[in-house]
């Protein structure tokens, strides 16, 4: 979807700004993802604590993204598409932000987790970012490039996360039957495995904000993430338990 240039030119520049921090906050969570999956898999408790350092620069970036957003609409009073891209960028960012809550608590799992015995499940998890992760880097696209196709094979996509978290669910709880000494560091692998599957969650709901600012409709909700907790609970602040 191609818009003609607005009359005012620095207009153009402060909407173009909203998706240069979309790319920025989508290519920050994406590397989070990444690095808390890849410190997960190898036991490097060095690169978890710097994926729960990184998280602040997540965040520093949803605070401009509002600050420019609600600037926009004071100043511009924008309509049509303009104000649909502006509300899409604000709730958008909020996704992006979760996100990276949810991977600095993947950060903050591992450094537990490696202070326990590894179990053979731990390997399922992994998987389950990688795809994860390809979820981000294709949603963040659709939005960028106004590709309401695209977000929506995103949106079904997530069906197959869900089914691999089913599975390692159904996996861990076997292992823990099976001996108790696995019961903490199953714990800690369902805690993360919940996180990844959450951030696919979060793919879902912007693929439907990219296919509402393309076609201006609402897509069927099938997921509705709000204010749960990256681990189940709801104080909005994604706080780990």
């Not at 240069?20 to 898999?41: D, K, S, Y």
């Not at 963040?140 to 995103?154: G, I, M, P, T």
Request: glycine fraction near 6%; proline fraction near 2%.
């Amino acid at each position: 979807m191609t818009e003609a240039p607005h009359i005012v030119r620095s207009y153009d520049e402060e909407l173009g700004r909203l998706d240069t921090l979309v790319a920025r906050m989508g290519g920050l969570a994406e590397a989070q993802l990444e690095c808390a999956v890849r410190a997960l898999a190898r036991r490097d408790s060095d690169l978890a604590g710097r994926v729960v350092a990184n998280d602040s620069r997540i965040d520093s970036l949803d605070r401009e993204m509002h600050a420019t957003a609600v600037r926009l609409l004071a100043l511009r009073q924008p309509a049509g598409v303009d104000l649909r891209t502006v509300v899409s960028c604000l709730t958008l960012s909020g996704d992006l932000e979760r996100m990276g809550d949810y991977a600095a608590n993947i950060g903050k799992r591992v450094l537990a987790l490696n202070q326990v015995d590894q179990v053979a499940t731990a390997h399922s998890v992994p998987r389950m970012g990688t795809l994860v992760q390809e979820l981000v880097h294709e949603v963040v696209e659709a939005f960028l490039s106004r590709d309401a196709a695209r977000a929506r094979a995103v949106w079904r996509r997530d069906t197959a996360v869900d089914d691999v978290y089913a599975s390692f669910f159904r996996e861990a709880v076997t292992y823990m039957m099976e001996d108790p000494h696995n019961i903490t560091a199953c714990t800690h692998l369902m805690f993360i495995a919940k996180n990844v599957e959450r951030i696919g969650d979060h793919c879902t709901n912007i693929a439907e904000r990219v296919h509402f600012l393309v076609a201006g409709e609402v897509m069927p909700v099938r997921h509705r993430v709000d204010q749960e907790t990256p681990e189940g609970g709801r104080d909005g602040h994604g706080n780990d338990g």
